[in-house]
């Protein structure tokens, strides 16, 4: 877990590079903000950051071996084998009902086109070129996709995967899996406790 000191260090390197005054301020609040997450939290917003902007970084192989944390094996992340087809990826993943099938093309627009913001249209295109049968309706799909919590709202209209939806997309086949992530995810109710009437005192 990042402490204080690896963010000096951070800030040190910048500051001794020829970054100017504005680049460190970013990566301060860059620092400060990565703090509050945990380190698989870490990796993912990094991972997002660097495809939105284009970054290449060096697979998780490459890194030092005196770093602590490794992201674990059976998380895919952005370097992951992007040859997969969309038809051969939805194969795999065997989505059973539309809003299922949208959380896997939003997953794939994600992690293999480099598309994490994304509107109805992209959706059904992809869905075509995988091959799947069509949506009867593509706009009440991905809404539902939507209320059932595997898409949130991004900028300009667009959609985005949520962090329930990939975890639920990287799960399947497994659908015990797929389905416990799921129920984990939904706010449990409170039970009511009944209270005696006077008849019974």
């Known amino acids: 877990m990042g402490t204080v000191e690896d963010s000096a260090v951070a800030e040190k390197r910048v500051a001794g590079s020829t970054a100017d005054a ?8 860059i620092l400060g903000l990565l703090q509050r997450a945990d380190p698989e939290g870490r ?19 490459a890194r030092a071996p005196s770093q602590s944390y490794a992201a674990p094996q059976s998380l895919p992340t952005f370097s992951e084998d992007r040859a997969i087809s969309p038809k051969q990826f939805m194969l795999e993943k065997q989505p059973r ?26 959706i059904s295109k992809l869905n075509t ?31 985005q995967l949520s962090a329930l939806g990939e975890q639920f997309v990287q799960a399947l086949p497994d659908r015990d899996k797929a389905r416990a992530i799921m129920a984990n995810a939904r706010p449990r ?13």
């Open 22 to 29: 504005s680049e460190l301020e970013v990566l301060t609040s």
């Open 43 to 61: 990796e993912r917003i990094l991972h997002s950051a660097a495809t939105f902007f284009r970054i290449n970084f060096p697979s998780s192989s």
């Open 97 to 122: 009902t539309d809003v299922e099938k949208v959380a896997c093309l939003a997953y794939y627009l994600t992690h293999y086109r480099e598309t994490p913001f994304f509107k109805t249209l992209d």
């Open 129 to 159: 070129e995988a091959a799947q049968t069509k949506f009867a309706n593509p706009t009440v799909a991905v809404d539902n996709a939507g209320k059932q919590n595997y898409l949130v709202p991004a900028s300009k209209g667009n959609k």
């Open 189 to 201: 109710r409170k039970s009511r406790k009944i209270e005696p009437s006077s008849d019974e005192e």
